[in-house]
C-alpha cells in the first residue's frame, strides 16, 4: 500500500501516478468513443438543422457545435443529446481510471485495463443512476416551485400566501441550492466513489452528499491545487511533445530535405481546416503560452504539391491529431487520478478509515477463484494417477 500523508501534499503524486501507459491508453480510448459518437451525432443535428455537409467542415471541422451555428430548436436537442453521450462514455472511462489507480494505491500492480473496464460496465448503471437521481431531485424542486408560483396568481388568495410561505420557499431554494452544488461535486466525484467504496447508484449520491456538507472548504481548496496540477502536467507534457516533434523534423530534414518540410506544411494545413477553432483559443493565452503548446501561425494551402506529398501530408496530420489526442487524455488522467487521491483522503479524514486498507470485494472474489481452482487441480491429478495404474483398465473391465 502506497504510504499517503492524507492531507494537501498527496495531490501533487496526480502527475506520477497519471504518467502511465496503461492510464493515458484507458483515457485515450475513451475519449475516442466518446468523441466519435459525439462527431457524429453532432454533424446529424446540424445536418438536421439545414446545413451541408461541406458548410458544416468549412465552418467548424472536427468540432461541430450546433450552439455556434443558427439552427431550430430540434436541432440543438439532438446536440443535446451528443454532449450527454459523450458525458456518459466519459463517466465510464473515469470510473475504470479511477479503479486503475485505486489498485495501484493498494500496491495491486498487477491489475490490468481490461479488468478495469469491466468493473467500470459494471457499475456504469450506477454512475448514470447518480446522475439521473440528482436530475431528479432538482427537477422535483423547479417543478414544484413553479407550481406553488402559479398558484400565487390567484387574486388575494395567491399573493398573501406566498408571502405566509416565505420563510419555507427560501429555505426550500436554500436546500435546491445545496443539491445543486452536490450534484456539481457528483460530476467530479463518483468515478472515484465507485471505485474506491464500490458504492451503488444511491452510495455515490449519498457520499456525494455528505463530502459537500461535511467537507467543502477541502474540496475547494483540494480542487483548486488539483486545477494547478492539471494546467501545469498538460503544458509541460505539450511543450515536451511540441520539442520532440522539433527534434524530429530537424534530424529528418538533413536527411530528407524539402521533402518533410513539404509534408509537414500540407499536414499543418490540414490541421488548421480541421480544427479552426483550435488556434484562436490557444492565441487567446496570455503571453506566448498558445505558441508553445499549439501552431504559432496559420498555414495556408499550397497548390503546386504533388500528389504523395499531398497524401502524405494528410496521414502525417491524422498522426499529428493522435499525438495531440495523448496530450489530452494525459490531462484527463492526472485529473482522475487526483480526483481519487482526493476521495481517499476526504473519506480517511471524515470516517477514521483508510479505503487503501479496506477488503475490496472483486479481489476477494478473485481470491476465491483462484482458490477453487487450486482445490480442483489436485483432485484432478489424483485421478489422473489412478487411471495410469497398471491394471486399472483391467479393473474396470
Same mark, same amino acid.
Given at each position: 500500500?502506497?504510504?499517503?500523508?492524507?492531507?494537501?501534499?498527496?495531490?501533487?503524486?496526480?502527475?506520477?501516478l497519471?504518467?502511465?501507459?496503461?492510464?493515458?491508453?484507458?483515457?485515450?480510448?475513451?475519449?475516442?468513443?466518446?468523441?466519435?459518437?459525439?462527431?457524429?451525432?453532432?454533424?446529424?443535428?446540424?445536418?438536421?438543422?439545414?446545413?451541408?455537409?461541406?458548410?458544416?467542415?468549412?465552418?467548424?471541422?472536427?468540432?461541430?457545435?450546433?450552439?455556434?451555428?443558427?439552427?431550430?430548436?430540434?436541432?440543438?436537442?439532438?446536440?443535446?443529446?451528443?454532449l450527454?453521450?459523450?458525458?456518459?462514455?466519459?463517466?465510464?472511462?473515469?470510473?475504470?481510471?479511477?479503479?486503475?489507480?485505486?489498485?495501484?494505491?493498494?500496491?495491486?500492480?498487477?491489475?490490468?485495463?481490461?479488468?478495469?473496464?469491466?468493473?467500470?460496465?459494471?457499475?456504469?448503471?450506477?454512475?448514470?443512476?447518480?446522475?439521473?437521481?440528482?436530475?431528479?431531485?432538482?427537477?422535483?424542486?423547479?417543478?414544484?416551485?413553479?407550481?406553488?408560483?402559479?398558484?400565487?396568481?390567484?387574486?388575494?388568495?395567491?399573493?398573501?400566501?406566498?408571502?405566509?410561505?416565505?420563510?419555507?420557499?427560501?429555505?426550500?431554494?436554500?436546500?435546491l441550492?445545496?443539491?445543486?452544488?452536490?450534484?456539481?461535486?457528483?460530476?467530479?466525484?463518483?468515478?472515484?466513489?465507485?471505485?474506491?467504496?464500490?458504492?451503488?447508484?444511491?452510495?455515490?449520491?449519498?457520499?456525494?452528499?455528505?463530502?459537500?456538507?461535511?467537507?467543502?472548504?477541502?474540496?475547494?481548496?483540494? +480542487?483548486? %491545487?488539483?486545477? *494547478? !496540477?492539471?494546467?501545469? =502536467?498538460?503544458? $509541460?507534457?505539450?511543450?515536451?511533445?511540441? /520539442?520532440s #516533434?522539433?527534434?524530429?523534423?530537424?534530424?529528418?530534414?538533413?536527411g530528407?530535405?524539402?521533402?518533410?518540410?513539404?509534408?509537414?506544411?500540407?499536414?499543418?494545413?490540414?490541421?488548421?481546416?480541421?480544427?479552426?477553432?483550435?488556434?484562436?483559443w490557444?492565441?487567446?493565452?496570455?503571453?506566448?503560452?498558445?505558441?508553445?503548446?499549439?501552431?504559432?501561425?496559420?498555414?495556408?494551402?499550397?497548390?503546386?504539391?504533388?500528389?504523395?506529398?499531398?497524401?502524405?501530408?494528410?496521414?502525417?496530420?491524422?498522426?499529428? +491529431?493522435? %499525438?495531440?489526442? *495523448? !496530450?489530452?487524455?494525459? =490531462?484527463?488522467? $492526472?485529473?482522475n487520478?487526483?480526483?481519487? /487521491?482526493? #476521495?481517499?483522503?476526504?473519506?480517511?479524514?471524515?470516517?477514521?478509515e483508510?479505503?487503501?486498507?479496506?477488503?475490496?470485494?472483486?479481489?476477494?472474489?478473485?481470491?476465491?477463484?483462484?482458490?477453487?481452482?487450486?482445490?480442483?487441480?489436485?483432485?484432478?491429478?489424483?485421478?489422473?494417477?489412478?487411471?495410469?495404474?497398471?491394471?486399472?483398465e483391467?479393473?474396470?473391465?
Amino acid at each position: 500500500m502506497k504510504q499517503l500523508h492524507f492531507n494537501f501534499k498527496d495531490i501533487f503524486r496526480s502527475a506520477r501516478l497519471a504518467f502511465s501507459i496503461q492510464r493515458i491508453w484507458l483515457n485515450g480510448l475513451g475519449l475516442l468513443a466518446g468523441y466519435l459518437l459525439y462527431l457524429i451525432i453532432s454533424y446529424i443535428s446540424l445536418l438536421v438543422g439545414g446545413y451541408d455537409l461541406s458548410t458544416i467542415w468549412s465552418k467548424l471541422g472536427l468540432l461541430p457545435c450546433a450552439f455556434a451555428m443558427t439552427v431550430p430548436w430540434y436541432s440543438n436537442l439532438v446536440y443535446v443529446v451528443a454532449l450527454l453521450v459523450f458525458l456518459a462514455v466519459i463517466l465510464l472511462t473515469n470510473t475504470a481510471v479511477s479503479r486503475v489507480v485505486y489498485m495501484t494505491l493498494r500496491d495491486e500492480l498487477f491489475y490490468t485495463w481490461s479488468q478495469a473496464l469491466k468493473f467500470a460496465w459494471k457499475k456504469w448503471i450506477s454512475s448514470l443512476g447518480a446522475m439521473l437521481t440528482f436530475l431528479f431531485i432538482i427537477a422535483f424542486f423547479v417543478i414544484g416551485g413553479l407550481v406553488m408560483a402559479f398558484i400565487g396568481r390567484i387574486p388575494i388568495v395567491g399573493e398573501i400566501g406566498t408571502v405566509l410561505f416565505t420563510i419555507p420557499y427560501i429555505f426550500a431554494a436554500l436546500l435546491l441550492f445545496f443539491i445543486c452544488l452536490s450534484f456539481g461535486v457528483a460530476l467530479f466525484f463518483v468515478p472515484a466513489i465507485l471505485a474506491t467504496s464500490d458504492e451503488d447508484a444511491l452510495g455515490g449520491v449519498f457520499q456525494s452528499f455528505s463530502i459537500t456538507f461535511n467537507q467543502p472548504w477541502r474540496i475547494l481548496i483540494y +480542487l483548486s %491545487l488539483l486545477s *494547478v !496540477v492539471y494546467v501545469a =502536467g498538460v503544458f $509541460i507534457f505539450g511543450l515536451i511533445m511540441k /520539442i520532440s #516533434y522539433h527534434i524530429f523534423m530537424t534530424l529528418f530534414s538533413l536527411g530528407m530535405g524539402d521533402k518533410i518540410e513539404q509534408v509537414q506544411q500540407q499536414a499543418l494545413y490540414v490541421l488548421d481546416k480541421a480544427l479552426p477553432a483550435v488556434y484562436t483559443w490557444a492565441h487567446s493565452l496570455p503571453g506566448s503560452i498558445g505558441g508553445c503548446i499549439y501552431l504559432n501561425n496559420p498555414h495556408p494551402m499550397v497548390p503546386d504539391f504533388p500528389f504523395s506529398i499531398v497524401l502524405s501530408g494528410y496521414i502525417f496530420g491524422i498522426f499529428l +491529431l493522435f %499525438l495531440a489526442g *495523448v !496530450v489530452l487524455a494525459y =490531462g484527463e488522467a $492526472i485529473m482522475n487520478s487526483g480526483l481519487t /487521491i482526493i #476521495y481517499v483522503i476526504l473519506y480517511k479524514l471524515q470516517e477514521k478509515e483508510s479505503l487503501l486498507e479496506r477488503e475490496d470485494e472483486e479481489l476477494k472474489e478473485e481470491e476465491e477463484e483462484e482458490k477453487q481452482e487450486g482445490e480442483q487441480t489436485p483432485a484432478e491429478s489424483e485421478e489422473e494417477k489412478e487411471e495410469s495404474k497398471p491394471g486399472s483398465e483391467n479393473k474396470t473391465e
